[in-house]
């Protein structure tokens, strides 16, 4: 919904987009899907405050490539590729 909001033109410091924000900032993913969707917000919103955090997500996400090119679910390079989290 965040990145949806600011895809839409919607500030990021209106007042409910900088709760989600601060509410994103305390979350560590664990998912594919939770890194990449914070990677794509962050940068949206404000890639020179969370550049350390935009930083670290984008090098847990390579971590967790597996060898054929792909990615599973969990933040860790185990299990088969799933294509729906691979485009």
Not at 19 to 30: A, D, F, G, M, V
Request: glycine residues 4%; positive net charge; proline residues 6%.
């Amino acid at each position: 919904v965040v990145l949806a909001l600011l895809n839409a033109g919607v500030e990021p410091d209106h007042p409910k987009l900088k709760n989600s924000l601060n509410y994103l900032r305390r979350i560590e993913p664990k998912k594919i899907y939770e890194a990449s969707l914070q990677v794509m917000v962050f940068v949206a919103a404000s890639p020179k405050r969370d550049l350390a955090r935009i930083q670290r997500l984008c090098e847990a996400l390579q971590d967790a490539q597996h060898k054929d090119g792909g990615w599973s679910y969990d933040l860790k390079p185990f299990g088969s590729t799933d294509q729906s989290n691979s485009q």
